[in-house]
T-cell receptor, first 114, second 113 residues
Framework: NAGVTQTPKFQVLKTGQSMTLQCAQDMNHEYMSWYRQDPGMGLRLIHYSVGAGITDQGEVPNGYNVSRSTTEDFPLRLLSAAPSQTSVYFC?????????????FGPGTRLTVL | AQSVSQHNHHVILSEAASLELGCNYSYGGTVNLFWYVQYPGQHLQLLLKYFSGDPLVKGIKGFEAEFIKSKFSFNLRKPSVQWSDTAEYFCAVMTGGYNKLIFGAGTRLAVHP
């Protein structure tokens, strides 16, 4: 198993540009989520999904869209990038949405918005 | 809203020193508690977790944590650190459903040989 994969690893955008961060898992996990990591703030939940076709907002959803058309993929879209979205983005997945299930994290995408 | 506080932002130790990283959370109900580690250039990995039962939890690589409900704390400990423990450590809490983790700001640990 490759686990949780994310592409790209690094990305530089100009303000106003759009892009999609890709996340995929091959463990048949129902639950997937996106976090952003900022210095001194830990990780904050952006959006999550408890299964294909079901998504919901986390703590900091503004400026981001998600969809979950398949179990494997959970892309994160930035429609109009802003410098405040400069961050490291982590995707995570777990077998179910139950709290007892360990979340597995991807390697991250480092995004810079100029 | 629930929150997690990690009081030590940067810790510098020499090899073989003992380690204790503080973690406090604000929530009065049932909680599940976690410590994650992020080695330089790598993604987060689970060190240990507490759901119920014995409040002293043992994790990987010699780490342990103690849940003290009356103090809303879940401090991470290791009796003797190694250079390879240099990493950033995150405490996290889960209070409700849907596996939503609330993370602390993290503690950067540097261990010198």
């Amino acid at each position: 198993n490759a686990g949780v994969t994310q592409t790209p690893k690094f990305q530089v955008l100009k303000t106003g540009q759009s892009m999609t961060l890709q996340c995929a898992q091959d463990m048949n996990h129902e639950y997937m989520s996106w976090y952003r990591q900022d210095p001194g703030m830990g990780l904050r939940l952006i959006h999550y999904s408890v299964g294909a076709g079901i998504t919901d907002q986390g703590e900091v959803p503004n400026g981001y869209n998600v969809s979950r058309s398949t179990t494997e993929d959970f892309p994160l879209r930035l429609l109009s990038a802003a410098p405040s979205q400069t961050s490291v983005y982590f995707c995570a997945s777990s077998y179910s949405s139950g709290s007892w299930d360990e979340q597995f994290f991807g390697p991250g995408t480092r995004l810079t918005v100029l | 809203a629930q929150s997690v506080s990690q009081h030590n932002h940067h810790v510098i130790l020499s090899e073989a020193a003992s380690l204790e990283l503080g973690c406090n959370y604000s929530y009065g109900g049932t909680v599940n508690l976690f410590w994650y580690v992020q080695y330089p250039g790598q993604h987060l990995q689970l060190l240990l977790k507490y759901f119920s039962g014995d409040p002293l939890v043992k994790g990987i690589k010699g780490f342990e944590a103690e849940f003290i409900k009356s103090k809303f704390s879940f401090n991470l400990r290791k009796p003797s650190v190694q250079w390879s423990d240099t990493a950033e450590y995150f405490c996290a809490v889960m209070t409700g459903g849907y596996n939503k983790l609330i993370f602390g700001a993290g503690t950067r640990l540097a261990v010198h040989p």
